[in-house]
């Protein structure tokens, strides 16, 4: 088995899960308070029951970023590991369990082809017809490109401040690389569906005409999160069908269209408090990550919480008892996550005018 770029030995393919924790264990007890374990909400249940904190990934990133801890195992995929490592101090350690475990629509953003596509809206639009917003689920290179072009990082709680936040600066926003979180919130700030573009960054000009730029507002990556894009208008019919009184509750990832059916979309943390605040006797459907609704109905069996249709992430998946065992029994260079550091002062920036986009919107 292949982890963090080497061979998981033998000893540890073999382990029990049992006998994996209880190793995990031990060896959480002799850091002590030097080491944090931090896990996103679709991670494993066996890996959430370890953490000392899960949220979304920004969350996880800031709270690593105040503990007294020097050794941080982040239970995600890279590019949380990358934030991470951005937002801590420099004597601080970041590492990811499994260096395999990327986020496909991360990557649907090449820094390269960004650097063409706002080379490319220069120059047709003119300089500083634009800003940046990126989602944060995306590598650490474009969060320095949108530190330097005057942009911000956004997460799905605060994608709608950080585009309205934006839109006071410049005419226009390139919104990347999730086109439906784009979408969607900016149908909510009543955007209209004419001025909202796809970008496609395998076609010149992105398959756009210049006057289709000059009259857009949102110009929208062509990126999706495979996870919820896997959610349909008949996945959402037929729980209404079968279930008259459910409330279904989606992720802004998923496409326009589940969107407008569902009775509530949010972020990650708004789904929780979702079910959280619920009367007992509820019954909702969540259009998200199967490991976090599963989690959620065993965490809640007053009410009846289900998955609008069964989503896994794969690479959430790739993290386990057994590599996370094998990475904290040596934490060494195999699954360090370091972000080049000429890349941090302007990832740092962006991030930072996220946060206090959020604070001011308080």
Not at 49 to 62: C, E
Not at 291 to 312: G, I, Q, T
């Amino acid at each position: 088995m292949i982890v963090g770029g080497s061979t998981l030995p033998d000893e540890y393919v073999g382990l029990s899960d049992e006998l994996a924790e209880e190793r995990i264990r031990a060896k959480r007890a002799e850091y002590g308070s030097r080491l944090v374990l931090l896990a996103h909400h679709y991670q494993r249940k066996e890996i959430v029951r370890l953490s000392d904190f899960r949220g979304d990934s920004y969350a996880l990133s800031k709270r690593a970023s105040q503990q007294g801890s020097d050794l941080i195992v982040f239970c995600g995929v890279h590019f949380m590991a990358e934030s991470a490592d951005v937002l801590t101090r420099d004597d601080q350690r970041v590492y990811l369990p499994n260096m395999a475990a990327r986020c496909p629509m991360a990557d649907m953003a090449d820094p390269a082809d960004v650097e063409v596509a706002w080379a490319s809206l220069l120059d047709v639009l003119g300089p500083g017809p634009a800003l940046p917003v990126l989602y944060i689920n995306s590598v650490a290179e474009l969060k320095a490109f949108c530190g330097r072009e005057g942009g911000t990082v956004c997460t799905s709680s605060n994608a709608k401040a950080a585009i309205e936040w934006a839109l006071k600066r410049a005419k226009r926003v390139l919104f990347l690389p999730d086109q439906h979180l784009g979408r969607n919130t900016g149908k909510r700030l009543g955007v209209p569906r004419e001025r909202m573009v796809v970008w496609d960054p395998e076609l010149p000009l992105g398959g756009l005409e210049p006057a289709e730029l000059e009259k857009a507002v949102l110009i929208l990556w062509k990126g999706y999160c495979h996870v919820h894009t896997w959610f349909s208008v008949e996945h959402v019919r037929a729980v209404r069908a079968s279930f008259p009184k459910a409330k279904v509750v989606v992720h802004p990832e998923c496409t326009e269209e589940v969107v407008d059916l569902a009775d509530a979309s949010g972020s990650t943390e708004f789904i929780v408090n979702y079910v959280h605040s619920a009367p007992s006797g509820s019954v909702i459907a969540i259009g998200t990550e199967v490991n976090l609704v599963s989690r959620l109905a065993l965490e809640y069996p007053d009410k009846r919480v289900f998955e609008l249709s069964r989503s896994l992430c794969p690479n959430m998946f790739r993290i386990n008892l057994k590599n996370l065992l094998w990475t904290l029994e040596r934490l060494d260079e195999s699954t360090l996550v370091r972000v080049a550091p000429e890349l941090k002062p302007g990832a740092r920036l962006a991030l930072d005018r996220m946060l206090t986009i959020s604070e001011v919107r308080k």
